[in-house]
């Protein structure tokens, strides 16, 4: 895929999910969030800058963790991920957090400015992610730290059918390269092409869970990836999607709930 159109398909998917992505995923991220946060070791006072920031799960815990003092700028490249988070900041009086639209491989920011860069769960949906990471490492100041999450292994996510489930339906994929950075290695030597040293990976395992299968199939479709593809089908491929996808779950279903496995790789670096 062209990255232009990339580009284009994670900006308006992610518009279109904007509206359900932190009900339906806050709760199945926060393992990650949590070590990627710990792995950070905020202090007071410290400038941060949290790159692919969505609705801002991981800006505002990081706003708290460096105080009025401190300051972070969560970037995304939807419009609507943007607009929700500032909303939530101003309802919040957060006065020390700032969003604006942004593309993670031109962050538009000055060199050597930041403490801290973080990028939770972001990586996997940029075009070159290794040119995402030589912006922030750009961004950060000297002995400065990162710290990032993608997702594990596709044989490790119980749910990685989805993607295949979406693109025999549609003409160009949504994530060609998702999982990549999950494999073994992929993720520390990205960051060191990339600049950083001084890396620590650590890999979690985690569960997804569901309490039925609508509320298993609004995750995946209306509030991940797939969102943009999802809501320009019929209501008959509506359908189809959803019983294929719950087909491929099935095995991880008790009663009426879901307990989807799921793996996380989460590393820290220097400038």
Known sequence: MEPSLQKRVQRYGWDKASNYYQDSWQAQLKPA???????????????????????????????????KEGFVLGLD?????????????????????????ADAEELKTNDN????????????????????????????KPKARCSVAVWGQRNNCGWAEIFEIVDKRVSS??????????????????????????????????????????????AAFEGGPVALAYFKFSDEIKKEVRKEYLDSIQHYKNGNTYSVPGEFVIASANK
């Open 173 to 218: 994929e949504v994530c060609p390269m998702f999982f990549n950075l999950g494999n073994e290695g992929m993720l520390e030597k990205s960051l060191e092409v990339a600049g950083f040293s001084n890396i620590h990976i650590e890999r979690i395992k985690s569960v997804l869970y569901y309490q039925s299968g609508e509320e298993a199939c609004a």
């Open 113 to 140: 400015e930041f403490d801290i860069a973080l990028c939770a769960l972001g990586l996997m949906y940029v075009p070159n992610p290794i040119h995402a990471l030589k912006e922030m490492h750009r961004t950060l």
């Open 33 to 67: 969030q949590d070590k990627l946060l710990d792995m950070a070791n905020i202090r007071q006072g410290e400038k941060i800058i949290d790159v692919a920031c969505g609705t801002g799960l991981i800006s505002f815990r990081a706003a708290e963790a460096t105080g």
């Open 77 to 101: 490249i939807s419009d609507k991920m943007i607009e929700l988070a500032n909303k939530i900041a101003t309802e919040n009086n957060f006065v020390n957090i700032q969003f604006e639209r």
